[in-house]
C-alpha cells in the first residue's frame, strides 16, 4: 500500500486509482526514470499487476519493456524482471486456461514478434553467461516457440548463428538451463527440417547421447526423456539426419539402452516411458514411410551391432511390463521386415522353454489366445507379417508346417495354431489367423498351390475337407460378420493370380450361388461389406478364370450375373469396399491399428489387392460375349504377333549378342593388336638399345681385344719373360745368401781373429787387462772397419731381397686380376649374344602373330634385320676365328 501511494503522490487519503490508471503512471516511470532502481521498482510492480490486469499489463508495458531490453546498459540487472514479466502475459498461465487466455497470450506474442529485431535481441542475451540473464531468455524465448513455432523459427533460422547459440546451451555447466535448453530445442525442431538438419550437424546426437548415458540411460530421469524426445523431433521423417546418425555409429550406442536385468520387476513409471521412447526412436530408424534403402541400410546395421539380438531378448524375458512387450515385439516388426537377414534370424529366435520353442510359435499362441490384451495380439499379428513380408523362404517354411508330410503330432507348429485360430469360436482369431494365413500367400504362386494340398479332418467318421473347401463352408454358415471378412480376405488373396486355386474353388457346386445369393440380397449396413467382398471373390473367379470347368467358363459365370444380380448392382456392390471407412484407414500404414476389437476388418495388403483388382474386374464384368470374342481374336492376333515379334526379338537379340561378341572380339584383337605394336615399338626400341650397347661394346671388346692380346701377352710376359726375370731375381737372391753367408763366415772368422788378437796381447801385456779400451784403437780399428762394412753390406742385401719378393708379389697379383678381367669380358659377351639371340627370336615372334592377325611387316625391315643379324653372326665368326689365331 504504501508503494502504492508513493506512486500515486505520496497522498494518504482520497479516491484510490484504478488498475488502469496505476499501470499508466507505471509505465511512465518506467519510461521516464533516470534510476535504475526506480525503473526496476516499476517493472516489479507491472509484473505483480499482470496476474489480474493481463490485458492492461500487455497493452501499454509491452514496448517499454522491449525498449529497456534494447537499450538499458544494465541488462544484467533488470533483464529477469523483464523476461517474467513478458513471460507472464505471453504464456498461458494456467493449462486449462479458457480460450481467451490463449488468445491474449497469441496475441502479445505477436505484438512482440512484430519487430523481428526482438528475437534476435533474445538470441544476443542468451550469449551472456550470467545465470540471470540466459535462463530467463531461455524460458522467453520457448514461450514464444509454443505460441508461434512457425514465426519464431524462420527469424532464428535466418539469424547468423542462431541455432549455434541455442546448442551452446547443452554444453551449460548448470544442470537448470541445459535441461530447459533441451525444452526450448524440442519446441524449435518441430516440423522444421531445415533447423533439424543445422542442429544435427551442430553434434547434437553426439551431445545428447552422452548426456543419455550419463543421466543412467533408461534407469535416468526426466533428462533423459526430454534428450529421447528431441531425438525424435530430430530424425522423424527427416532423411538426411537419420543417414547421419547411421554413418555416425550412433545406432550401435543405441544397444546398452535396452539391457535389461534378470530381475524385470518394480519398472518405476519414469523407465516405462524412456523405454517407449528408446523403442520409439528404433522405430524412426526402420519405420515403413522411410525411403526403402535407408531403412535397409539401418536394419542390417541394427543386426551387425547386436540390436535386434538384444531386442528379441527382451521379447522372450520374463516380467518385462505389458505395453513394454507390446511395443519391443512392434520394434523388433518393423526392424525386420524386408530384411532376409533379419528375417533369418528371428526365425531362429528360441523362448527359452523346456522344450525350446521357436519365438514364432510363442507369439502365435498369444495371438489366437482370446485372453490376451489386444493390443499385444495386434502387435503379434503386425509381427507375423513383417515376417513375411518379401521372404519367400519364410513362407515355404510356415505353409510346409500345414503339409501332411510334415506335421509333428509331437510338437505345436505355426501351422496348426493358425488352423486353430481360423476355426476358433473367437471371431478375433479368426480374423487375425485368416490375414495371417493370407499373408503366407502373399504374390508367392508356388505357396497358393501347395496350400491346396492341406486336408482338414473334421470330425471321426467323416472323410477329410480341403483347407479351400472348409473355409467356404465356414463362410455358409453365417458366422459373425469379423470372421467372414477375414476369410473372404483369405480367399481372395489365395485364388487371386492362380487359375489352379479358382479352378478348385469352382469345382465346389455350392461356392457360387452362394456368392450369388450373398450379392443380390438387400442386406443391413454391416452386411455391406460382406457383400462387396463377396462380389469381389467372384469378379476373381472370372478374371483368372482359364475355363477349364464347362459349367462355370468366364461367359457362363458373367450371364449368371446379369441373370441374378445385375452389372450395375454387382459394379455398385463391389464399390462398397473401397467406400468404407475402415478400408481408408488400413491402407494408410501396414501397422494394424484398431481403437477396438469390432473395428478390426481391413489389412493394409490387402487394400493393395482391392485396388489393383476393381478396375480390371469391372471391365471385365461389362464385356458381351461378342467383345469377349473380338478381345480373344485379338489376344490369340496379338499372341501370334507377340509371338513372331518375340521371335524376331530373340533372332534380333541373338543377332545383338552376336554383333556385340563380334565387336567384343574385334575391340579385343584390336587392342591386342595395339598391345602388341606397343611391344614391337618397345622391343625394337629395346633391340636398338641393345644394338646400340652392343656396338658399343664391340668396339670396348675390340680395344679389350687387344688389351686382352697385350694382357695376354703381358700374361705371357708373366708366364715367359717375367719367369725370367723371376728367375733372374732368385738367382740374384741365392746369390746374396751366398755372399751374405760368405761374409757373416768372414765376419766371424774376423771376430775370432780378434778375440784371439785381445787374447794374445792380454798375455804378453798383462798390466793392459785392466785398461783394453785404450790400447785397441791402434790394434782393433782396421778390423771393426771392415766388419762395420760387412754388416752394411749385409744389411743392403737383405733389402735387395725383400724389394725383389715384394716385387714378384706385385707382379703376380697383377697377373691374377687381369686374367679376371679377361674371363668377366668374356662372359659379359656370351650374355650379350644369348640376349640379343632372344630378343631377335621375340621379334620373330611378334611378326608371325602380326602376320597370322592380318597385319602387314615390311620386307625391307625384315632382310636388314636378318642382314643384321648375319652381320652379327659373321662379326662373332670373326671374333671366334681371330681368338684362335
Not at 547421447?209 to 531425438?231: A, N, P, R
Not at 476393381?614 to 509371338?643: F, M, P, R, Y
Request: some cysteine.
Amino acid at each position: 500500500m504504501n508503494f502504492f501511494r508513493g506512486v500515486m503522490g505520496g497522498q494518504p487519503a482520497g479516491p484510490q486509482p484504478t488498475g488502469a490508471e496505476t499501470i499508466h503512471k507505471l509505465c511512465d516511470r518506467v519510461a521516464s526514470s533516470t534510476l535504475l532502481e526506480d525503473r526496476r521498482d516499476a517493472v516489479r510492480a507491472l509484473k505483480s499487476l499482470s496476474k489480474k490486469y493481463r490485458l492492461e499489463v500487455g497493452t501499454q508495458a509491452m514496448d517499454h519493456l522491449v525498449h529497456i531490453l534494447q537499450t538499458d546498459r544494465y541488462v544484467f540487472l533488470c533483464v529477469c524482471v523483464c523476461g517474467f514479466m513478458i513471460k507472464s502475459f505471453i504464456l498461458i498461465p494456467y493449462e486449462n486456461a479458457q480460450k481467451q487466455e490463449e488468445d491474449l497470450g497469441v496475441l502479445f506474442t505477436d505484438k512482440f514478434l512484430g519487430d523481428s529485431e526482438n528475437v534476435t535481441l533474445l538470441l544476443t542475451l542468451l550469449e551472456e553467461f550470467d545465470f540471470h540473464v540466459r535462463w530467463p531468455g531461455v524460458k522467453l524465448l520457448t514461450a514464444l516457440l509454443k505460441n508461434q513455432c512457425n514465426q519464431v523459427q524462420g527469424v532464428i533460422l535466418v539469424s547468423p548463428m542462431g541455432v549455434s547459440r541455442l546448442m551452446d546451451l547443452l554444453a551449460d555447466s548448470r544442470e537448470v538451463i541445459r535441461n530447459d535448453g533441451l525444452l526450448l530445442l524440442q519446441q524449435l525442431t518441430k516440423g522444421n527440417a531445415a533447423i533439424q538438419k543445422i542442429v544435427a550437424f551442430e553434434n547434437a546426437f553426439e551431445r545428447l547421447l552422452d548426456i543419455i548415458t550419463e543421466e543412467g540411460s533408461s534407469d535416468g530421469g526426466i533428462v533423459v526423456e526430454d534428450c529421447l524426445l528431441l531425438l525424435v523431433n530430430l530424425l522423424k521423417n527427416n532423411s538426411s539426419n537419420q543417414n547421419f546418425f547411421k554413418e555416425g555409429s550412433y545406432i550401435q550406442r543405441m544397444k546398452p539402452w535396452f539391457e535389461v536385468g534378470d530381475d524385470n520387476s518394480g519398472w518405476s513409471a519414469q523407465k516405462v516411458t524412456n523405454l517407449h521412447l528408446m523403442l520409439q526412436l528404433v522405430r524412426v530408424m526402420v519405420s515403413p514411410v522411410n525411403s526403402p534403402g535407408a531403412t535397409s541400410s539401418c536394419q542390417k546395421s541394427m543386426y551387425q551391432c547386436g540390436l535386434l539380438q538384444q531386442l528379441c531378448t527382451i521379447l522372450m524375458a520374463t516380467g518385462v511390463p505389458a505395453d513394454i512387450l507390446t511395443e519391443t515385439i512392434n520394434t523388433v516388426s518393423e526392424v525386420i521386415r524386408g530384411s532376409q537377414i533379419n528375417q533369418d534370424y528371428f526365425a531362429s529366435v528360441n523362448a527359452p522353454s523346456n522344450p525350446p520353442r521357436p519365438a514364432i510359435v510363442v507369439l502365435l499362441m498369444s495371438m489366437v489366445n482370446e485372453r490376451q490384451p489386444f493390443v499385444l495380439r495386434c502387435a503379434v499379428l503386425y509381427c507375423f507379417q513383417c515376417f513375411l513380408y518379401k521372404n519367400q523362404k519364410g513362407q515355404g517354411e510356415i505353409v510346409a508346417t500345414l503339409l501332411p508330410s510334415t506335421i509333428d503330432a509331437n510338437s505345436i507348429s505355426a501351422g496348426q495354431l493358425l488352423c486353430g485360430g481360423l476355426f476358433s469360436a473367437d471371431s478375433l482369431s479368426n480374423w487375425c489367423a485368416a490375414v495371417a494365413l493370407a499373408h503366407a500367400l502373399q504374390d508367392n504362386l508356388t505357396q497358393k498351390e501347395q496350400l491346396l494340398r492341406v486336408q482338414l479332418a473334421t470330425s471321426l467318421g467323416k472323410p477329410p475337407v480341403s483347407l479351400l473347401q472348409q473355409c467356404t463352408n465356414i463362410l455358409s454358415q453365417g458366422s459373425k460378420v469379423q470372421t467372414r471378412v477375414g476369410l473372404l480376405m483369405l480367399l481372395c488373396t489365395w485364388i487371386s493370380n492362380c487359375p489352379i486355386a479358382v479352378t478348385h474353388f469352382l469345382h465346389n457346386q455350392e461356392n457360387v450361388p452362394f456368392l450369388t445369393g450373398q450379392i443380390s440380397e438387400n442386406l443391413g449396413e454391416d452386411e455391406r461389406l460382406v457383400q462387396g467382398l463377396c462380389a469381389l471373390l467372384l469378379g476373381i473367379c472370372i478374371y483368372y478364370n482359364d475355363n477349364s470347368l464347362e459349367n462355370y467358363t468366364k461367359e457362363k459365370l458373367k450371364q449368371l450375373i446379369e441373370k441374378r444380380i445385375g452389372k450395375e448392382n454387382f459394379v455398385e456392390k463391389l464399390g462398397f469396399v473401397t467406400k468404407h471407412e475402415l478400408y481408408s484407414r488400413a491402407a494408410q500404414k501396414p501397422q494394424p491399428v484398431f481403437p477396438s476389437p469390432e473395428q478390426m476388418l481391413f489389412d493394409h495388403e490387402f487394400t493393395k489387392l482391392v485396388k489393383e483388382l476393381e478396375g480390371v474386374i469391372t471391365k471385365a464384368v461389362h464385356k458381351t460375349s461378342e467383345e469377349e470374342k473380338k478381345e480373344e481374336e485379338v489376344k490369340k492376333t496379338l499372341e501370334q504377333h507377340d509371338s513372331i515379334v518375340i521371335q524376331y526379338k530373340d533372332l534380333i537379340r541373338d543377332q545383338d549378342t552376336q554383333i556385340q561378341e563380334l565387336r567384343e572380339q574385334v575391340s579385343t584383337l584390336s587392342l591386342n593388336s595395339e598391345q602388341m605394336q606397343n611391344q614391337i615399338t618397345q622391343q625394337q626400341s629395346q633391340i636398338q638399345q641393345h644394338k646400340d650397347q652392343y656396338n658399343i661394346l664391340k668396339l670396348k671388346l675390340g680395344k679389350d681385344s687387344q688389351g686382352l692380346s697385350s694382357s695376354q701377352g703381358e700374361g705371357a710376359h708373366v708366364n715367359g719373360l717375367h719367369s725370367e726375370e723371376l728367375s733372374q731375381l732368385r738367382e740374384e737372391v741365392e746369390e746374396l745368401r751366398r755372399q751374405h753367408t760368405l761374409q757373416h763366415t768372414q765376419l766371424s772368422d774376423k771376430d775370432s781373429l780378434i778375440n784371439t788378437l785381445v787374447y794374445s796381447h792380454a798375455e804378453a801385456m798383462p798390466f793392459l787387462v785392466s785398461c783394453p779400451t785404450s790400447l785397441s784403437p791402434r790394434s782393433l780399428l782396421p778390423l771393426q772397419e771392415e766388419c762395420r762394412g760387412l754388416r752394411e753390406g749385409h744389411a743392403g742385401l737383405e733389402q735387395q731381397l725383400a724389394s725383389a719378393q715384394s716385387t714378384v708379389a706385385i707382379e703376380q697379383t697383377e697377373k691374377t686380376k687381369l686374367q679376371q678381367e679377361v674371363q668377366e669380358s668374356k662372359k659379359e659377351q656370351d650374355d650379350l649374344l644369348m640376349l640379343l639371340a632372344d630378343q631377335d627370336q621375340k621379334i620373330l615372334n611378334l611378326k608371325q602373330r602380326l602376320r597370322d592377325l592380318g597385319e602387314t611387316i615390311d620386307e625391307d625391315e625384315d632382310e636388314l634385320d636378318a642382314r643384321d643379324q648375319f652381320g652379327e653372326d659373321d662379326d662373332d665368326d670373326d671374333e671366334d676365328e681371330d681368338n684362335n689365331d
